[in-house]
C-alpha cells in the first residue's frame, strides 16, 4: 500500500473506530467481543483498502462489513458457550438500578441475531430499508417484516418486563 493510501485509510479509521465500536457493541452485547468484531473488520478493510477507496458509499461499506464479520463470528463454536449469571459457588449481590442503556441491551439480547442486526441498523444507525437489506444481503420485504416482528417482541418484553412508560 502507498503511504498516500496508508495515510488516507488511517485518517478514515481514526474517525468512524468509536461509531464501529459502538454499533458492534449493539449487535454482539458485549464489549470484548466488540473489540474484536471491529479489530476483524479493520484488517479485512486494509487488506481491501483498493476496493473500498474507490466506492461511492465507503461508510455503507465498511458498515455492510462489520455486520458480516459479527455474523460470521456468530456462527464460531466458541460463540455457544454461554455466560452465566453468576459464578460457581460465589454469593454476589445483584445491583437492582439498572440504566436506560442496560434495559435497552437486554431488549436487544432478546432478540435473535437477524432481528437484532435489523433494529440496530435500521433505528440506530438510522439506515433505510434498502440500504439495511443491503447490508445484510436480505429483501427489503425480509427487513420490514423483521423490523415489525423485532419491534412487536421488544414491546412485549418491556410490557412483561414492567417497564413501558
Not at 495515510?7 to 467481543?33: E, G, I, K
Not at 484488517?43 to 458480516?68: E, P
Not at 460470521?72 to 437492582?96: C, F, K, M, S, T
Not at 442496560?102 to 436487544?108: A, H, N, P, V, Y
Amino acid at each position: 500500500m502507498r503511504q498516500d493510501d496508508a495515510d488516507d485509510f488511517r485518517a478514515y479509521v481514526s474517525v468512524r473506530m468509536d461509531r464501529w465500536r459502538r454499533t458492534a457493541y449493539l449487535l454482539c452485547q458485549d464489549w470484548h467481543a466488540a473489540d474484536d468484531i471491529v479489530s476483524i473488520m479493520v484488517g479485512k478493510l486494509y487488506q481491501h483498502w483498493g476496493r473500498a477507496s474507490a466506492v461511492d458509499n465507503r461508510d455503507g461499506y465498511a458498515q455492510r462489513m462489520l455486520t458480516r464479520v459479527w455474523l460470521d463470528e456468530r456462527r464460531r463454536p466458541w460463540v455457544r458457550e454461554q455466560a452465566q449469571e453468576r459464578l460457581p459457588d460465589q454469593h454476589w449481590e445483584q445491583y437492582d438500578g439498572l440504566t436506560e442503556r442496560d434495559r435497552l441491551g437486554r431488549l436487544l439480547a432478546s432478540l435473535g441475531k437477524r432481528q437484532r442486526a435489523v433494529v440496530v441498523l435500521r433505528f440506530y444507525l438510522d439506515y433505510s430499508v434498502e440500504e439495511t437489506a443491503e447490508v445484510l444481503g436480505i429483501s427489503a420485504g425480509t427487513v420490514k417484516s423483521q423490523s415489525a416482528r423485532a419491534l412487536e417482541a421488544v414491546r412485549s418484553l418491556a410490557e412483561a418486563m414492567g417497564e413501558t412508560r
